[in-house]
């Protein structure tokens, strides 16, 4: 069986899994750097039987999928891939697996870039390669307002590293309970009171058809010229547009971004060049655990499918 690895940007797969184990059923090969386009991922993958990708990072979409007639197996990192048509999966009886991973390591780089928003961690690192000493101000959080959209149990974990700050917790997603957000210290609110009120805004929300372009130029400009939002969602949560725009007028001080609607993000793209913004590619996921924990069981679910008895199965 010929397998794909896709996407091992960090060319970490082959240093977590042995995948010699495979040799006498399979030919794996593994790719590390994205395609160009789709166009380009159908000719590298058409003969490939089997397909290991990482997150939503090549799509699996119709076209892919009927240009490579082959495929029969798919194993995804995470038990969730909205980059995979998987009813179209399922009508081509191509089976696709995933896995189960850590949910901490994004809340830890949420409070990576909360942390060096206030403190403007960027710039006085820069500085001080260039021989400068103490050329910000940055302030606490004990007393701040953290806003959270999306209490889920991402949004949760960031609430209550909030409350260990001494921060104010407030909520809101279209279904958020009282009670829920009670139970984890948070008080409920209305949308136009999370961005009246956030000196930090973080968004844990799913990407979804309804949360596409949830946050727009209006909901930025509700917010404090001192406040700052933060995503390590999904990238089209906010309209990219809008976002850039309020950043280059100041409406906020700043963005901490962990997710981009094109990733990777291009070396031209304007939020590369503001001030106010602090960067990470996509890395919210992206520790030694959580790749150990769902290569290991890409690598379990590809034996299984060999075996003829799949699990956790998604489609």
């Known amino acids: 069986m010929k397998v794909a690895i896709l996407d091992d940007y960090q060319a970490i797969a082959d240093q977590l899994v042995d995948w010699s184990r495979f040799k006498n059923s399979c030919d794996v090969k593994v790719f590390n750097h994205p395609f160009e386009n789709e166009e380009h991922a159908i000719e590298n993958l058409k003969d490939f039987e ?23 197996f798919i194993a995804t990192s995470g038990m969730r891939n909205l980059g995979i048509d998987l009813d179209y999966a399922k009508s081509k009886g191509i089976i696709v697996s995933g ?42 959080l004990k007393g701040k307002t953290l806003g959270i959209m999306g209490l889920g149990k991402l949004g949760c974990m960031v609430a209550k590293v909030g409350k260990a700050f001494g921060m104010d917790v407030i909520a809101w997603s279209e279904n958020l309970k009282m009670s829920h957000a009670e139970e984890n210290g ?45 995503n390590t969602s999904r990238g089209p949560i906010i309209n990219e547009d809008d976002l850039i725009q309020a950043l280059q007028e100041e409406i906020i001080a700043g963005a901490g971004l962990d997710v981009y609607n094109i990733e990777p993000l291009p070396e031209n793209h304007k939020l590369r060049f503001l001030p106010n ?28 499918f060999i075996d003829g008895n799949p699990i956790r199965v998604l489609n």
């Not at 949910?103 to 260039?130: C, D, F, H, V």
């Not at 960067?279 to 959580?290: A, F, K, Q, R, W």
């Open 50 to 72: 089997a397909l290991l990708i990482m997150r939503e990072r090549t799509p699996i979409t119709k076209k892919l999928i009927d240009g490579c007639p082959k495929l029969k």
């Open 186 to 230: 948070a008080l409920a609110v209305t949308k136009d009171e999370l961005f009246e009120k956030s000196d930090f805004l973080s968004i844990h929300y799913l990407l979804s058809d309804r949360s596409r372009n949830l946050v727009k130029y209006e909901d930025l400009a509700k917010m404090k010229k001192t406040a700052f939002i933060i």
């Open 277 to 304: 913004v602090l960067l990470t590619p996509h890395i919210g996921y992206v520790t030694v655990d959580n790749y150990m924990k769902w290569y290991t069981q890409m690598a379990e679910d590809l034996q299984a």
């Open 99 to 140: 896995s189960e991973g850590n949910k901490n390591p994004t809340a830890e780089l949420t409070w990576a870039l909360i942390l060096g928003l206030s403190r403007n961690l960027k710039q006085e690192s820069e500085n001080m390669y260039q021989g400068y000493w103490q050329t910000t101000i940055g302030f606490e």
